[in-house]
């Protein structure tokens, strides 16, 4: 099983960046989808999931700003990420779980988004 993270860089606060989190090795259609962020010294945040149907949830700190999408065909996540804030730096991981088997759950490596000026 692998999830290959990508698309994070470099922007300015108020810029944009979309990531991309593709699966191989399940079945990607059963598997409920999430980005987490996480900081140096802190928790593992969870900040957007997307289920099997496509029902989306965000965290607080992310809704209206970030969008949460899913491609059943390419076996790919996507993180629309607008209105960058410093505070949005982090490193993103995808994660996903089986919708039946909750022991069944992966993490990709993590991609690093920087929001700075």
């Known amino acids: 099983v692998q999830l290959q993270a990508s698309g994070g860089g470099l922007v300015q606060p108020g810029g944009s960046l979309r990531l991309s989190c593709a699966a191989s090795?399940?079945?990607?259609?059963?598997?409920?989808m999430d980005w987490y962020r996480q900081v140096p010294g802190k928790q593992r945040e969870l900040v957007a999931t997307?289920?099997?149907?496509?029902?989306?949830n965000y965290a607080d700190s992310v809704k209206g700003r970030f969008t949460i999408s899913r491609d059943n065909a390419k076996n790919t996540i996507y993180l629309q990420m607008n209105s960058l804030k410093p505070e949005d730096t982090a490193v993103y991981y995808c994660?996903?779980?089986?919708?039946?088997?909750?022991?069944?759950?992966?993490w990709g490596q993590g991609t690093q988004v920087t929001v700075s000026s």
């Open positions: 090795g399940i079945i990607f259609n059963i598997y409920n």
């Open positions: 994660n996903a779980k089986n919708m039946v088997r909750a022991t069944l759950d992966y």
């Open positions: 997307i289920s099997t149907t496509s029902m989306t």
